[in-house]
């Protein structure tokens, strides 16, 4: 079986281009991962998602071991063979989902114990039992177990997290064991504070992983302080191994983690905001509810190839969503995807060729026009 591995093509300034090799096919990075939460991108069909220039997805374990169960899934062929897509997933290790939940969930050494939002069923989530999930599903990319902190924290009690984490993707690593073909990433916590980051960066390289995540943004603090972090954050971690953040985000918060030296992305919003009638443009976003679209023959993007742009105008994408039509959310959702990969693609095209200083430049100009009014 062929293994895992990374191989860094070309670099411009912080920027980097490479690809990653897995049994289950390579995966251009940069790289944007759509978010197949409980073993599907909402509103898309698998060969769909593909076809947006997607090389990976990425899955929930806290959901899919509350519904449909871990054990069933491994019982029906594992993940892939589950939702129908044969190309690398990589699955994140329940850790923020249980943090999200708040007053339904206890902290200790050992792990989390919580209720399901589901059933209010209780369960316990430790390194050790996450990465059995994920073995169970069948992940190509394993995420190690980590906590978290809500914002607002104090030094202190991020501080104190980040020592969690650290000895919990110790525990990972131990029980992940050897499985060749398959991959398992730490994550860097410590806030927004350089010290506590680069502590966190040395305790995972002692350890050992395929790749590492850095974690702990996202979650409220700000396009500023996220990027302040990422000035640091990624020459924290080893050159040779791919940089994953985790959660993120907005178009221009996708280009400005690259100018940084990210490789790796994951977000809802593409998929939820097509839900909600919100669709992402070279122009910016385009709130189709709105009724000066009503009567708009114009496609959403005149410059993009997705089936919404070459088949279908402003004026039914319109009224689609306002009839609340089931395919208004495929429409919108194969749109936003298919941007969001087109600026994966123009990204790593840029850094091959030492342009991307003057595509990020046309980038920003572009959206800085906004939605042209109908003439």
């Given at each position: 079986?062929?293994g895992?591995s990374?191989?860094?093509?070309?670099?411009?300034?912080?920027?980097?281009?490479?690809?990653?090799s897995?049994?289950?096919?390579?995966?251009?990075?940069?790289?944007?991962?759509?978010v197949?939460?409980?073993?599907?991108?909402?509103?898309?069909?698998?060969?769909n998602?593909?076809e947006?220039?997607?090389?990976i997805?990425?899955?929930n374990?806290?959901?899919?071991?509350?519904r449909p169960?871990?054990?069933?899934v491994?019982?029906?062929?594992?993940?892939?063979?589950?939702?129908?897509?044969g190309?690398?997933?990589l699955?994140?290790?329940?850790?923020f989902?249980?943090m999200?939940l708040?007053?339904?969930?206890?902290?200790?050494?050992?792990g989390?114990?919580f209720?399901?939002?589901?059933?209010?069923?209780?369960?316990?989530?430790?390194?050790e039992?996450?990465?059995?999930?994920?073995r169970l599903?069948g992940?190509d990319i394993?995420?190690?177990?980590d906590?978290?902190p809500?914002?607002?924290?104090?030094e202190?009690?991020?501080?104190d997290s980040?020592?969690?984490?650290?000895?919990w993707a110790?525990?990972s690593?131990d029980?992940?064991?050897?499985?060749?073909?398959h991959?398992?990433?730490g994550?860097q916590?410590?806030?927004?504070?350089?010290e506590?980051?680069?502590?966190s960066?040395e305790?995972?390289?002692?350890?050992?992983?395929?790749g590492?995540?850095?974690?702990?943004?996202?979650?409220?603090?700000?396009?500023e302080?996220?990027?302040g972090?990422?000035?640091?954050?990624?020459?924290?971690?080893?050159?040779?191994?791919?940089?994953?953040l985790?959660?993120?985000?907005?178009?221009?918060?996708i280009?400005?983690?690259?100018?940084?030296?990210?490789?790796?992305?994951?977000c809802?919003?593409?998929s939820?905001?097509?839900?909600?009638?919100q669709?992402?443009?070279?122009?910016?976003?385009?709130n189709i509810?709105?009724a000066?679209?009503?009567?708009?023959?114009?496609?959403?993007?005149e410059?993009?190839?997705?089936?919404?742009?070459?088949?279908?105008s402003?004026?039914?994408?319109?009224h689609?969503?306002?009839?609340?039509?089931?395919i208004?959310?495929?429409?919108?959702?194969?749109h936003?995807?298919?941007?969001?990969?087109?600026?994966?693609?123009?990204?790593?095209?840029?850094?091959?060729?030492?342009?991307?200083?003057a595509?990020?430049?046309?980038f920003?100009?572009t959206r800085?026009?906004?939605?042209?009014?109908?003439?």
């Amino acid at each position: 079986m062929t293994g895992f591995s990374f191989d860094l093509q070309a670099t411009d300034g912080k920027a980097r281009a490479g690809l990653i090799s897995t049994p289950r096919g390579e995966i251009r990075t940069p790289a944007f991962m759509p978010v197949g939460t409980a073993a599907t991108v909402k509103a898309m069909l698998p060969e769909n998602v593909h076809e947006t220039g997607a090389d990976i997805l990425l899955g929930n374990t806290y959901h899919l071991m509350l519904r449909p169960g871990a054990e069933r899934v491994a019982a029906l062929g594992g993940l892939h063979e589950f939702m129908n897509w044969g190309r690398p997933i990589l699955t994140d290790s329940g850790g923020f989902q249980v943090m999200s939940l708040a007053d339904l969930r206890k902290l200790s050494e050992e792990g989390v114990t919580f209720k399901s939002h589901i059933d209010g069923s209780r369960h316990m989530l430790s390194p050790e039992t996450s990465m059995e999930i994920q073995r169970l599903l069948g992940s190509d990319i394993v995420m190690c177990f980590d906590e978290c902190p809500a914002l607002p924290a104090t030094e202190e009690q991020v501080a104190d997290s980040m020592r969690l984490s650290m000895r919990w993707a110790a525990r990972s690593r131990d029980a992940f064991g050897d499985r060749p073909g398959h991959a398992l990433f730490g994550i860097q916590q410590g806030g927004v504070t350089e010290e506590l980051r680069g502590e966190s960066a040395e305790a995972l390289k002692a350890i050992g992983f395929d790749g590492y995540a850095i974690g702990g943004l996202a979650v409220g603090e700000g396009q500023e302080a996220m990027f302040g972090v990422l000035d640091y954050a990624p020459d924290q971690l080893p050159v040779d191994k791919p940089r994953y953040l985790m959660g993120v985000g907005k178009p221009d918060d996708i280009v400005g983690a690259v100018k940084l030296g990210v490789d790796m992305m994951d977000c809802v919003l593409p998929s939820r905001s097509g839900r909600t009638g919100q669709a992402f443009t070279r122009r910016g976003v385009v709130n189709i509810k709105n009724a000066r679209h009503a009567d708009d023959p114009r496609p959403l993007d005149e410059a993009c190839t997705c089936p919404a742009c070459s088949s279908y105008s402003r004026a039914y994408l319109h009224h689609v969503f306002r009839a609340g039509e089931i395919i208004s959310s495929m429409l919108l959702t194969w749109h936003n995807l298919h941007y969001y990969q087109e600026i994966m693609g123009g990204m790593r095209e840029a850094i091959a060729k030492r342009q991307f200083e003057a595509w990020e430049t046309g980038f920003h100009a572009t959206r800085a026009l906004g939605d042209i009014e109908p003439q």
